[in-house]
């Protein structure tokens, strides 16, 4: 069944089409022959095409299935199959390929490590190759850059098919684009194409069309970047390419949020968010969430922005679920000791053979250089062995000497700013105090006796007594309301932010995103609130700017349901949860949000950015004194 959505721009019919079922069905004769056939080697030949038949259409469950299904027909017949091992290592490409498609990136690293290993104990060059061409997009996926460059860099140079090469080539491309090396990627997109010209596989064509398309969006060049996606979608939807089209629509949405195009956009994007949840896609699921959530805050329905921001939190919760992040951590570790062995081991070898020529150059000289050389060598070695020794420990010395004088400053920095903070705090508190003082009990004796003196009459009164207790009246109230913190119950709250994060905007190379809503119920929260919110955006503003190393912060600050969300987002370096320290920073702002009874959750990872959600509750009678 296919669903289709239209919608008219620009004068043209534009169609978006949503699928629920299998776009190209594997002939019924090979279902027959492995219900059938009892020969292992027709049966692993009958699997290899269906796996083949599910990565060609991106359908990752079925792939994973029949991926899994060959590996385990292959373990039960070994000695009977002779080339067992290439059925083996496919088994494990078509395995680690499902699994980088529903976006467990840490466990298609895990199947590639594991493979790789034995093709390279087994000798099989091409396979091998296909494997760590696979692994380099796993490393792209998880955005560790200079790892996967180094695997692509290999695929180029060894000499493999016309198809393989260019994969490797669009690969890098890609590398090149996230890099944002426009020109690069562009090379090596037209070193891919040149490379196509003879090739009938029309779909790889179509592959390339999409990144090439990447490049125009990147140059802002949207209208040509609009023409070429249509051109796709309607190529890949006669050809039954379902994986693609949905790609495409995806751009195609992204571009008309860019543009304004707010109807167009949320029409696409929906109907590719359909064809992600029915092929099970998550790792898709989430890049679409998230452009539908920036169309929603683009045209300013926040609520459905805040909506999906819980949706996109699911998904990842369940991406996170599925992976075994510790024992994958550890085979990667391995598999890279493994290279580094195999690099030295090499070295070793090649230092041999020329010991062995040294050796036999030597056997020419005469006995009595030869003599000289045996006992002078020795000493001499001797002597600059022990003089880099000594080199090698003063170095090390003034290291640590310097490590220890950093790190004492670092914790005399620390304690003297929870000291100021702690100052700053108790100065708070108390002038709030004496502000409630003056104003309650002086202001308000004050006021009584300036009622009862005019009830007595101007002709009871001694001469300027009236005057003199007006004065000290409005200079009591005038003394409270300058040690409360006027700024935040008087001026627009909403506007403060912006300022501060503005200087913050121009001092930096930050780019930072604030959007409150809606902006009126943001301006009337409690004063104490509103004091709190501020040092918490502070705090987490600072931690950013000093760590985070980030090119861009998002804040979204939301009144819903009797709460108070704060969302703050940036693209930085993330960091790793279990191996979190609490800082002076962190720790105040735990401190703040738990005397507040608010909640707080980090969603982060190395290379992955952070993103803090606080949720602080409401009551009516907070809405009402604000």
């Given amino acids: 069944m296919i669903f289709m959505a239209y919608v008219s721009a620009q004068d043209a019919t534009i169609r978006f089409h949503s699928f629920a079922h299998f776009p190209e069905k594997p002939n019924d004769s090979l279902y027959q022959i492995l219900k059938s056939t009892s020969s292992i080697d027709k049966r692993l030949k009958v699997i290899f095409q269906l796996a083949e038949t599910h990565e060609r259409y991106a359908i990752p469950d079925s792939l994973l299935f029949y991926g899994k299904l060959l590996k385990n027909t292959v373990a039960t017949g070994k000695n009977d199959i002779p080339n067992h091992i290439y059925y083996e290592l496919s088994a494990d490409r078509f395995i680690g390929s499902a699994q980088l498609m529903n976006g467990l990136a840490d466990e298609a690293l895990k199947t590639h490590i594991e493979a790789i290993a034995l093709a390279e104990t087994t000798k099989s060059e091409e396979v091998l190759m296909e494997l760590k061409l696979g692994l380099g997009k796993v490393y792209l996926a998880k955005n560790e850059l200079k790892t996967a460059t180094k695997l692509f860099n290999e695929c180029l140079e060894f000499s493999g098919s016309t198809m393989f090469l260019s994969k490797a080539h669009i690969a890098q491309g890609d590398l090149d684009l996230k890099r944002e090396d426009i020109d ?9 194409e040149d490379k196509l010209n003879d090739s009938k596989d029309l779909k790889f064509k179509l592959t390339l069309a999409l990144n090439l398309a990447l490049i125009s969006i990147a140059q802002q060049e949207y209208n040509k970047a609009l023409g070429s996606l249509e051109d796709v979608m309607k190529r890949t939807l006669e ?32 109907s590719a968010y359909a064809n992600s949840i029915q092929w099970n896609r998550l790792e898709l699921q989430k890049t679409i969430i998230n452009q539908l959530r920036h169309t929603y805050a683009a045209k300013g329905d926040y609520e459905n922005a805040y909506a999906l921001m819980t949706q996109y939190q699911a998904v990842s919760n369940e991406i996170i679920e599925k992976q075994n992040s510790s024992a994958i951590k550890e085979l990667e570790v391995k598999y890279q000791t493994l290279q580094k062995e195999n690099e030295i081991f090499a070295l070793q070898e090649e230092q041999l053979q020329k010991e062995a020529e040294i050796s036999r150059q030597k056997t020419i000289k005469t006995a009595f250089l030869v003599g000289f050389l045996v006992l002078l060598v020795p ?3 001797l002597l600059v062995v022990y003089y880099q020794k ?13 490590i220890n004088t950093r790190k004492i400053g670092a914790l005399l920095n620390e304690q003297e700013l929870k000291l100021v903070r702690t100052s700053l705090e108790v100065q708070q508190e108390e002038r709030a105090r004496i502000a409630r003082a003056l104003h309650d009990s002086i202001g308000g004796n004050l006021a009584g006796i300036k009622l ?12 300027n007594i009236m005057k003199q207790i007006n004065e000290t009246y409005n200079l009591v109230r005038d003394v409270s309301h300058d040690l409360i913190p006027e700024k935040f119950g008087q001026n627009d709250f909403c506007s403060l932010i912006s300022e501060y994060l503005s200087k913050l905007d121009s001092a930096s190379k930050l780019n930072i995103s604030f959007n409150p809503h809606p902006r009126e119920e943001v301006n009337i ?21 000093k760590h985070a190393d980030a090119d861009s912060v998002e804040i979204h600050l939301t009144v819903h349901n009797k709460q108070l969300q704060l969302l703050f987002e940036d693209d930085g370096a993330g960091f790793d949860m279990n191996k979190m320290q609490k800082g002076i920073g962190l720790s105040s702002i735990m401190d703040r949000i738990k005397k507040i009874n608010g909640s707080m959750n980090i969603d982060t990872a190395i290379d992955r950015g952070t993103a803090v959600t606080i949720v602080i509750p409401i009551s ?5 004194e604000a």
């Fill in 184 to 192: 690069n990627a562009r090379y090596h997109y037209q070193k891919a």
């Fill in 239 to 270: 050809n039954g390419f379902y994986d693609l089209y949905t790609e495409a629509v995806s751009m195609y949405g992204s571009i008309c949020t860019k543009l304004g195009r707010y109807q167009v956009a949320e029409i696409a994007l929906a």
């Fill in 379 to 381: 000493i001499i070695t």
């Fill in 390 to 402: 000594l080199q090698a420990q003063s170095q090390l010395n003034i290291q640590q000497e310097e």
């Fill in 452 to 463: 009862q003196l005019t009830n007595l009459g101007d002709s009871m009164l001694p001469k």
């Fill in 525 to 545: 929260l409690p004063n104490h609130l509103k004091v709190e919110v501020y040092r918490v955006l502070q705090e987490l503003m600072t931690n950013t700017l």
């Fill in 620 to 624: 009516h009678k907070e809405n009402h």
